[in-house]
């Protein structure tokens, strides 16, 4: 074996393997199995085979990749080797079928005396075998993603790109056979040369486009946390998020799993193009690959979902996954997911992208957060957590508005605690909190979901009752003031000490035709009630 030679075929192998001609965040397409093929050709099989597999173990252990990814560049260093035997072989026996000997030098030496078309003939038949070879030897190792491959379209396309490439660099390296073999050597040596400055600078410019994206994505990131977010929520932020993540990662799907704090459930809230498999689906905190993702609180690639040792039966999906959790003081929000085929693994140059863009949307997202826990405060009453006075008002409004363009009821119903005065001068202020806390809640058992139930001030209640007439409302009316009646009590000194609701009816559009004045139709029913002898519905 010519050592001058391997030696400059390593070098030239290296550079190609670290330029490819796609964009860091794709799948990686360079001229590297063209161009073992040229050197089995020029060079023999032992100087090809050896250069392909020492090329891609330097390029496994010193280029930046992730730990898939250098497996990946170690298994298509054997791949290649042995697919360099396999064509020499192939060009060998061509050879010796016609007369020719078995020690040929080089394949090419072996079809020099042959005319230029012959030896583009047998070029092209090595360029076959070549990628035969590789391509058994690829299904050999992985038979699950031959299978997948061969049933699902979207693999079969993805794998299209590769196959394209080296059947463009194979036809430079035929065409080129058909020179003398001096000759040829004098053009494809350079020719190659030139392809891998290219790609060279095609890399850097890339790199380039690159850092400036994950810039310009950090920034649209950081305006949408401290802009104005009065009309945004969090399924528009997390929409943001994953579509500039989609921009700087390439991926088939991408997906938010939001955390639960109170039960350790991930669900996933939002997914570009669609959830997928993914729908419905529930992962709990620490179990899973989600699960161990948050547990973890750092980013983790999933070389291959089917063969990680943190699986589970209902882990749902196939593929390299890139799981990122999103952390804001210390506190998990929720966990990133961007999925890809198994033949196009995340590397770690993916996460140092996404670095600058995670921890901008998890602070949008807290702020988001922070924003409607205000908005929940300053719209709730402190003390048993119901709809304040101002609150009940928009609502109401709402509600009317709905009414009279739909030509529906409304009705609303005003309650008033009997003797809650001299309840809370007998027993104090502490026990007259509890027994409204307690009336509170029989209130809230007593109502619909469409209903909406609020402390209009004092130990004064409000209800509003959409799409419903007086008739229904008193009968409403008459439920709650019976629950109340049994149900409402404190204990003190084990004695049980009740209390009673009167209660003020009014319906639109028959009493009013506004809520303040629907409201005061109701306090007036209200007061006729107490005046009554209290514990009793009256309507207005």
Same mark, same amino acid.
């Given at each position: 074996?010519?050592?001058?030679?391997?030696?400059?075929?390593?070098?030239?192998?290296?550079?190609?393997?670290?330029?490819?001609?796609?964009?860091?965040?794709?799948?990686?397409?360079?001229?590297?199995?063209?161009?073992?093929?040229?050197?089995? =050709?020029?060079?023999?099989?032992?100087?090809?085979?050896?250069?392909?597999?020492?090329?891609?173990?330097?390029?496994?252990?010193?280029?930046?990749?992730?730990?898939?990814?250098?497996?990946?560049?170690?298994?298509?260093?054997?791949?290649?080797?042995?697919?360099?035997?396999?064509?020499?072989?192939?060009?060998?026996?061509?050879?010796?079928?016609?007369?020719?000997?078995?020690?040929?030098?080089?394949?090419?030496?072996?079809?020099?005396?042959?005319?230029?078309?012959?030896? !583009?003939?047998?070029?092209?038949?090595?360029?076959?075998?070549?990628?035969?070879?590789?391509?058994?030897?690829?299904?050999?190792?992985?038979?699950?993603?031959?299978?997948?491959?061969?049933?699902?379209?979207?693999?079969?396309?993805?794998?299209?790109?590769?196959?394209?490439?080296?059947?463009?660099?194979?036809?430079?390296?035929? /065409?080129?056979?058909?020179?003398?073999?001096?000759?040829? !050597?004098?053009?494809?040596?350079?020719?190659?040369?030139? =392809?891998?400055?290219?790609?060279?600078?095609?890399?850097?410019?890339? $790199?380039?486009?690159?850092?400036?994206?994950?810039?310009?994505?950090?920034?649209? !990131?950081?305006?949408?946390?401290?802009?104005?977010?009065?009309?945004?929520?969090?399924?528009?932020?997390?929409?943001?998020?994953?579509?500039?993540?989609?921009?700087?990662?390439?991926?088939?799907?991408?997906?938010?799993?939001?955390?639960?704090?109170?039960?350790?459930?991930?669900?996933?809230?939002?997914? =570009?193009?669609?959830?997928?498999?993914?729908?419905?689906?529930?992962?709990?905190?620490?179990?899973?690959?989600?699960?161990?993702?948050?547990?973890?609180?750092?980013?983790?690639?999933?070389?291959?979902?089917?063969?990680?040792?943190?699986?589970?039966?209902?882990?749902?999906?196939?593929?390299?996954?890139?799981?990122?959790?999103?952390?804001?003081?210390?506190?998990? *929000?929720?966990?990133?997911? #961007?999925?890809?085929?198994?033949?196009?693994?995340?590397?770690?140059?993916?996460?140092?992208? /996404?670095?600058?863009?995670?921890?901008?949307?998890?602070?949008?997202?807290?702020?988001?957060? *922070?924003?409607?826990?205000?908005?929940?405060?300053?719209?709730?009453?402190?003390?048993?957590?119901? #709809?304040?006075?101002?609150?009940?008002?928009?609502?109401?409004?709402?509600?009317?508005?709905?009414?009279?363009?739909?030509?529906?009821?409304?009705?609303?119903?005003?309650?008033?605690?009997?003797?809650?005065?001299?309840?809370?001068?007998?027993?104090?202020?502490?026990?007259?909190?509890? !027994?409204?806390?307690?009336?509170?809640?029989?209130?809230?058992?007593?109502?619909?979901?469409?209903?909406?139930?609020?402390?209009?001030?004092?130990?004064?209640?409000?209800? *509003?009752?959409?799409?419903?007439?007086?008739?229904?409302?008193?009968?409403?009316?008459?439920?709650?003031?019976?629950?109340? $009646?049994?149900?409402?009590?404190?204990?003190?000194?084990?004695?049980?000490?009740?209390?009673?609701?009167?209660?003020?009816?009014?319906?639109?559009?028959?009493?009013?035709?506004?809520?303040? $004045?629907?409201?005061?139709?109701?306090? $007036?029913?209200?007061?006729?009630?107490?005046?009554?002898?209290?514990?009793?519905? *009256? #309507?207005?």
């Amino acid at each position: 074996m010519d050592f001058g030679a391997a030696f400059v075929a390593v070098c030239l192998l290296f550079l190609i393997r670290s330029s490819p001609l796609t964009p860091p965040r794709e799948k990686s397409l360079t001229f590297t199995a063209p161009l073992v093929f040229g050197l089995l =050709l020029w060079m023999g099989p032992v100087v090809a085979a050896v250069s392909a597999f020492v090329a891609c173990a330097l390029h496994a252990q010193w280029a930046l990749l992730g730990r898939s990814a250098r497996s990946v560049a170690r298994f298509q260093g054997v791949q290649l080797a042995l697919s360099a035997f396999a064509a020499g072989g192939a060009l060998t026996m061509l050879h010796s079928s016609f007369g020719g000997g078995w020690a040929a030098h080089t394949a090419l030496t072996a079809v020099n005396t042959v005319s230029p078309l012959g030896r !583009m003939g047998a070029a092209a038949l090595g360029a076959i075998v070549f990628a035969g070879a590789a391509a058994l030897i690829a299904a050999g190792a992985n038979p699950e993603q031959l299978v997948q491959i061969l049933h699902d379209r979207s693999r079969r396309v993805a794998e299209y790109p590769t196959a394209q490439t080296f059947l463009l660099g194979s036809l430079a390296v035929v /065409l080129l056979s058909a020179l003398p073999l001096s000759l040829g !050597m004098a053009v494809g040596l350079p020719l190659a040369l030139l =392809l891998t400055l290219a790609g060279r600078v095609a890399r850097l410019q890339a $790199e380039v486009r690159s850092l400036r994206g994950q810039l310009r994505t950090a920034e649209e !990131m950081g305006r949408a946390s401290v802009a104005d977010l009065a009309a945004t929520d969090v399924a528009v932020l997390l929409n943001r998020f994953l579509t500039l993540g989609q921009e700087l990662v390439a991926a088939e799907r991408t997906l938010f799993w939001t955390l639960d704090q109170d039960t350790g459930e991930l669900t996933p809230t939002a997914a =570009l193009p669609t959830p997928g498999p993914f729908a419905n689906k529930v992962a709990l905190y620490g179990e899973g690959l989600i699960g161990h993702a948050a547990s973890r609180v750092r980013p983790r690639i999933v070389a291959d979902v089917a063969r990680d040792p943190h699986r589970i039966q209902s882990d749902p999906g196939s593929g390299t996954w890139l799981l990122y959790p999103l952390v804001v003081h210390g506190e998990l *929000i929720g966990v990133a997911q #961007w999925v890809r085929p198994i033949g196009q693994p995340f590397a770690d140059d993916d996460i140092a992208r /996404l670095a600058s863009l995670v921890p901008q949307a998890a602070i949008a997202l807290e702020n988001v957060k *922070i924003r409607d826990r205000m908005h929940e405060m300053a719209a709730t009453d402190g003390l048993t957590g119901l #709809w304040n006075h101002r609150c009940m008002y928009d609502l109401l409004r709402e509600e009317m508005n709905r009414a009279t363009r739909y030509k529906r009821a409304l009705s609303v119903l005003m309650m008033d605690v009997d003797s809650f005065k001299s309840f809370n001068d007998t027993y104090g202020h502490p026990q007259g909190d509890q !027994m409204l806390k307690s009336i509170a809640l029989i209130l809230g058992g007593s109502v619909r979901n469409v209903d909406h139930l609020g402390r209009y001030g004092g130990e004064e209640f409000l209800v *509003i009752l959409p799409e419903t007439g007086k008739d229904d409302a008193c009968r409403l009316a008459e439920r709650i003031r019976l629950a109340v $009646e049994e149900q409402a009590y404190v204990l003190i000194a084990g004695e049980q000490i009740h209390r009673t609701l009167s209660v003020g009816v009014a319906s639109y559009p028959e009493d009013a035709l506004n809520p303040v $004045e629907l409201v005061q139709r109701a306090d $007036e029913a209200l007061y006729r009630a107490k005046r009554s002898g209290k514990n009793c519905v *009256i #309507w207005a």
